[in-house]
């Protein structure tokens, strides 16, 4: 099961920073803020290059992620609207 | 993460040394271990850590563009098959 088919490519790409990759980066710092407290060092200025890395990594994967959802929930609507279009006698607006 | 490492490479350490510690794997003994030193930066651990840091940032920034511009790329070519605009 590919993560990512290609026809995902025809969707348009969200935005580098969007609600996942926030997220889940400012969930990837937090994890390295609570390392140190963890370890009895200062909160904010211990360990920079591990909440920069931490960080990173959650944007990446917060991307790929969004990426996969938005595919997902293109795919249903596509196949939602094509069940529409081949059964119009069921969506037919109420008459009174 | 560092943490991790360091433990690991202290255990080794400690059972080359031949100490009185049990030679169970993976145990850690409050006793044979050292205090980790965080007053000496582990410079080969933070080099590691920006150099991972910054590629996965170039990895992500080109993969955007790169997604950006098949999509434009499509979007331009599926006008052209329906000869619209």
Known sequence: MVFLPDESRSLPPPPLLNKGSVWLGFSGWMAALMDNAFNQRPIFGA???????????????GYQLVK?????????????????????EDFQPSTG | MAAGLRAVRRWGLVVASA???PSLAFTRSAFVVKKANNAQPNWLGVGLAFGTSAALWALLIKQHNEDVMEYERRK????KCRQCS
């Open chain 2, 76 to 79: 331009a070519s599926a006008h």
């Open chain 2, 19 to 21: 100490s009185p510690s």
């Open chain 1, 47 to 61: 360990g920079i290059h591990r909440q920069v890395l931490l960080a990173t990594l959650g944007c990446f994967v």
């Open chain 1, 68 to 88: 996969r959802a938005e595919y997902v929930h293109a795919k249903v609507d596509r196949e939602l609207f094509e069940y529409i279009r081949h059964h119009p």
